[in-house]
């Protein structure tokens, strides 16, 4: 095991970022394809834990973490990069080749993976489920029934602006990306990137997604 001193550069923007508050602390660890046994790991900050209130509690190297939108880059975004690498798909595919209920002809794949697309930044399909289902106890509608309704919501989404006219972070691009890897692949979101991604990376059993029925303040890792 070699140390992360031996990075400066890496070291020296980590700590940066700890420093400017980019973010109150992480972990940070390096692996090389060619070297596999050998891997540099730095961490600092502290993490909040819910308890009674908050308590700041240290970083350590088997802090787990949950990844929230990073999913994004690290689920979604490579695995739209593993299917094009295939072949699968192409980056300019026009989003309504793989999803006919999807409503503009002008939106392709990277226009969603890049923000361009037009659509909005967030719509707040939890409610629209929760009035659809006539519940608030969404965990109990199985994952399959809300999804299949997500992309109905999602066909009734308007755009904002017309695409790659300017770039707005949206959660709606990337879950109708989702929907289209899905429907490429013929898996569930998780099961796509687990098998096309984390799997070949060798990170399969450390990375999870968990599916619940239970409310999400009870299914999450505690060590979180």
């Not at 993976?113 to 509608?141: C, K, M, Y």
């Not at 299949?148 to 009734?156: C, D, G, I, V």
Request: a positive charge; one cysteine or more; glycine letters at 12%.
């Amino acid at each position: 095991m070699k140390g992360f001193d031996g990075l400066p550069g890496a070291r020296s923007v980590f700590s940066e970022g700890l420093r400017d508050g980019v973010f109150p602390g992480g972990v940070l660890g390096l692996w090389w394809e060619r070297e596999p046994d050998v891997y540099r790991f730095g961490w600092g900050g502290r993490r909040r834990l819910r308890g009674k209130g908050f308590s700041e509690q240290p970083m350590e190297r088997d802090t787990v973490f949950d990844l929230a939108s990073v999913t994004k880059v690290f689920g979604t975004a490579a695995l739209a990069t593993a299917l094009v690498e295939r072949g699968w798909i192409g980056w300019d595919s026009p989003v309504r080749s793989i999803l006919p209920g999807f409503r503009f002809d002008g939106v392709t794949l990277r226009d969603l993976a890049a923000h361009v697309s037009g659509l909005p930044a967030w719509v707040p399909f939890h409610n629209q489920l929760r009035d659809l289902f006539r519940t608030d106890e969404l965990e109990r509608i199985s994952v399959e029934e809300r999804q299949e309704a997500a992309r109905e919501l999602l066909y009734r989404v308007d755009l904002e602006r017309a695409p790659r006219t300017k770039a707005v972070y949206s959660d709606v691009g990337f879950i109708a990306l989702g929907f289209c890897l899905e429907e490429v692949t013929g898996l569930p979101l998780d099961r796509a990137v687990k098998r096309f991604v984390w799997g070949p990376m060798g990170i399969g059993r450390d990375a999870k997604y968990v599916r619940t029925t239970e409310p999400a303040f009870r299914a999450r890792d505690p060590r979180v």
